[in-house]
């Protein structure tokens, strides 16, 4: 399932380059699509719509043949064959009236922000999915019985997992029990990528220069290189974002504007932080820019990943629009 957002107007092939990009010609790379939609085949989209607005976070388990949809107030369970065949299952999960009222009243806007955005949906195990909204801004998680699909009478802290705000740019993932979540949090904290529900919790340094300058993510992508693999490498989490561009470049459309770029970085799996610089950081980030090869595309909004087998034919194929002065 590609997550993202729906005002995608042409899905590419990116090129990861380290400093400076050279564009590729577009002779060089084969962008035929690899699957064409005529406006006509769109009348049979099968649709489904509940009471809720904001139907933001998706996970697909197609073994399960299941679609789980994150909204505001709500989580829905669909028949990912036909999500319109009547069969789903609805969790109501609201902002409480008080926190409702808290939210009023730090002057946050009541028509969009003050509701639970529900922004975090993964398996946790084979009998739970986890869950995060934003609960008018004062993050909650919870764990859910997919079977009997309700909500638990328990929930968890979700400051440290779930932005605060329901339009800032996030993404998670839960890899073998540990949550990799990346956003800005909290209103005045920076972005930060971190581990939690793991042993050894990590995070990224404040270092806006060399790590995360001002970054929106987009998407994030495991990638299970120890699989089948004789030298045991380890597994790496892929992070997709835009951030400010620092000095390499200046804004192809206004001058005046500070750029911002597309970027991939990556962790490792098994990266336990430093002994002495480092502690609880992480020792294995990495990131280069990501440039789409039609030039003036520039703004990343949603990337997804194809595995044809081994982790080396991974395929990360990412959407690109033009920025917004178009
Ligand atoms: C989902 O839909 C398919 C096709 O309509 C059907 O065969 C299947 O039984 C449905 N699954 C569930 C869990 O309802
Ligand atoms: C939202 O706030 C506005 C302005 O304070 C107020 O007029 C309106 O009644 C509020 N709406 C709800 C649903 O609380
Ligand atoms: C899955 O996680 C939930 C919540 O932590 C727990 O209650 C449940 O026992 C776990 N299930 C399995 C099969 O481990
Ligand atoms: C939720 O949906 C409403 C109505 O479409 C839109 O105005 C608002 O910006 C959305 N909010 C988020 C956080 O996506």
């Not at 380290?18 to 064409?36: C, E, F, Q, V, W």
Request: charged share 25%; proline share 3%.
């Amino acid at each position: 399932m590609c997550g993202g957002t729906a005002r995608l107007l042409t899905a590419l092939l990116v090129t990861a380059a380290m400093g400076y990009p050279s564009r590729r010609s577009a002779t060089d790379l084969d962008a035929t699509p690899r699957m064409t939609v005529t406006f006509d085949e769109l009348s049979g989209v099968r649709r489904f719509s509940g009471r809720s607005l904001n139907y933001t976070t998706l996970l697909l388990e197609d073994e399960r043949g299941m679609l789980y949809v994150g909204a505001r107030g709500a989580v829905f369970a669909l028949n990912a064959s036909n999500v319109a065949d009547g069969s789903h299952r609805t969790i109501h999960w609201e902002a409480s009236p008080e926190k409702q009222l808290d939210c009023l009243q730090k002057g946050k806007n009541n028509k969009t922000e003050c509701f639970n955005h529900v922004r975090f949906l993964q398996r946790l195990n084979t009998t739970h999915l986890y869950a995060c909204g934003t609960y008018a801004f004062h993050p909650l998680c919870a764990s859910i019985d997919a079977d009997r699909f309700t909500l638990p009478s328990r929930f968890e802290e979700g400051k440290e997992k779930c932005p605060y705000d329901p339009s800032r740019g996030y993404t998670g993932l839960i890899v073998d029990g540990g949550l990799y979540t990346a956003t800005r949090y909290e209103f005045r904290s920076l972005p930060d990528i971190r581990r939690n529900l793991h042993q050894r919790p990590l995070k990224t340094e404040e270092s806006p220069l060399h790590w995360l300058n001002d970054a929106e993510f987009v998407a994030s992508m495991l990638v299970q290189e120890s699989k089948d693999s004789l030298v045991g490498d380890d597994d790496k989490i892929y992070y997709f974002f835009m951030e400010r561009a620092g000095e390499e470049t200046t804004s192809f459309f206004d001058k005046s504007q500070v750029a911002r770029v597309a970027r991939v970085a990556r962790v490792c799996k098994s990266d336990l932080g430093g002994k002495k610089i480092l502690q609880r950081k992480w020792t294995s980030f990495m990131k280069a820019r990501l440039v789409c090869y039609i030039p003036y595309y520039e703004v990343l909004r949603s990337v997804c990943s194809l595995d044809s087998g081994g982790w080396a034919s991974t395929v990360f194929y990412a959407a690109f629009t033009l920025s917004a002065q178009w």
